[in-house]
């Protein structure tokens, strides 16, 4: 069995300056840049206190998730996740895509419809909180942002990782907005 202390070490914790200092002035949506996604992960990660954490990229890769921000768990034993998701039924984030709204489970298997999920037996997900990213000027959604871990947080916590999740969302998509290129 997997278990995770919520000590485990981060990584160096970026500052929103600095993921976004790594974005690029234009940014092509096609082409996604993976190293100011991977600090914005990082942030995300950190300041969330789960192990993984991910900017989930839909439609790049047909019919699969492609983490273009991608943060795993640093001095454990838990598993590392790969930048891509060959499945559409894997993970709760095609989920957020579908409703385009922000989804905390505080304990994956405490609901019916999400328990049976195969990240919870492949990585012995028990937590998730993800929001999407939605473009504002065209009302496409991106993606989502989310963070993932072993163990199952309090009830408690539920509206203060809906606040955190969808600020962090903002950030990321006005940073996104500016830099786009337009139709």
Known sequence: MIHSTGNEPL??????GDWESLLPDVIDLANPPVGAFD???????????????MVNWFGVVPDQ?????????????LPQAD???PEL??????DVVKNRRTLILNDTLAYAQF????????????????????????DQVWGTICGIGPTPRSRSVGRP???????HRDLLVKAVQERTRTP
């Open 89 to 94: 039924t894997h993970g709760w984030c095609p």
């Open 161 to 167: 990782s809906r606040a955190f999740m969808e600020h």
């Open 11 to 16: 990584l160096a914790q970026p500052t929103p």
């Open 83 to 85: 930048r891509t998701m």
């Open 65 to 77: 998730q492609l983490f273009v921000g991608l943060y795993n768990p640093v001095g454990t034993d």
């Open 39 to 53: 600090a914005f992960a990082a942030l995300l990660g950190g300041e969330s206190g789960l192990p993984y954490a």
């Open 115 to 138: 328990a049976t999920n195969p990240v919870i037996d492949e990585f012995g997900i028990r937590t998730y909180q993800g929001s999407p990213l939605i473009d504002p000027r065209t």
